[in-house]
């Protein structure tokens, strides 16, 4: 528990965060960098701006409730210490991503009208299923839905994201290298605190890889949801498009052409991807990855 201790601590947090990678910025971003003009004032492209952002404030919202939630529960004072900075991490995302929203003309008292609205229903479900363990106290299921499956997913898409904005959408490309780094954080913490639980009981696991099953079926549906209403392909265009230097390498995820791939070919990478490290994670932590459903 000494190496836990020491490689989750608060100060380690405060060194590596707030006094390493998030200082000197507003907001996620570097100061006084704006989200491109075409993105702001085309309707289309702005609306499709929005309804992703809703997205990820939804994901962040479940991610916050589930991280707070699971600090009365934790079973040492290592890990309610490490919940405690990951609760605020994930409080800085909800707070990053409504800051977009309102830099893209969304009015504070119309927040929570628009990420209701716009949230998609299959990532409601996924984060349901979450929060119901959160609300039963079951700390090991709790943890593997949210610094395994959840922030696992989470870190994928945002990596997607950054690799397809970091020329054309520089202030949302910095704003997504933060939470890449939170979100790198979590998952290591997930990994490394959970394994040793599996461990001690052992009678959790076919509980638990059901959980992972159910959360991965709506997590797939959720991403079909959004590559067919065209949200995501259309905003890594525009960004590729906005690129100030037309000799720029073309953004690649994963061996995939962001500019160029089809919304089939951009879901297929993604679900690979996240999926593929669902399996090793959780074979890490001695949990049997569950195939889910396929929308």
Request: glycine fraction near 8%; charge should be negative; charged fraction near 25%.
């Amino acid at each position: 528990m000494t190496d836990f201790l020491e490689g989750y601590s608060i100060q380690r947090w405060l060194e590596s965060c707030p006094q390493g990678y998030l200082a000197g910025t507003e907001f996620g971003h570097e100061p006084g960098e704006s989200e491109p003009d075409l993105l702001v004032t085309d309707p289309l492209l702005r609306e499709q701006a929005i309804s992703l952002t809703a997205q990820l404030i939804a994901g962040e919202r479940c991610a916050l409730a589930a991280s707070s939630g699971l600090i009365g529960c934790a079973p040492d004072e290592a890990s309610k210490r490490f919940l405690a900075t990951q609760t605020l991490d994930e409080a800085r995302h909800v707070e990053i991503f409504s800051q977009r929203l309102f830099d893209l003309g969304v009015k504070k008292r119309e927040l929570d009208d628009v990420v209701g609205q716009l949230a998609n229903p299959n990532l409601v479900h996924f984060a349901e299923i979450l929060l119901e363990r959160v609300d039963k106290r079951d700390f090991v299921a709790g943890v593997v839905g949210q610094n395994i499956v959840l922030e696992g997913m989470a870190f994928s898409v945002f990596e997607m994201l950054h690799a397809s904005m970091k020329t054309g959408n520089p202030k949302f490309a910095h704003t997504l290298a933060g939470t890449i780094a939170d979100e790198r954080r979590h998952v290591g913490f997930g990994e490394n605190r959970i394994g040793s639980l599996i461990r001690e009981h052992p009678d959790r696991k076919a509980d638990v890889q059901q959980m992972q099953k159910e959360m991965s079926t709506y997590m797939l549906a959720t991403f079909a949801d959004r590559f067919r209403d065209g949200a995501i392909a259309a905003e890594r265009r525009r960004a590729s498009e906005l690129a100030p230097d037309a000799d720029a390498p073309a953004p690649e995820y994963h061996g995939v052409n962001l500019a160029e791939a089809s919304p089939e070919e951009l879901e297929g990478v993604l679900t690979n991807t996240v999926l593929g490290e669902f399996e090793t994670r959780l074979a890490r932590i001695g949990l049997e990855y569950q195939t889910p459903d396929r929308p």
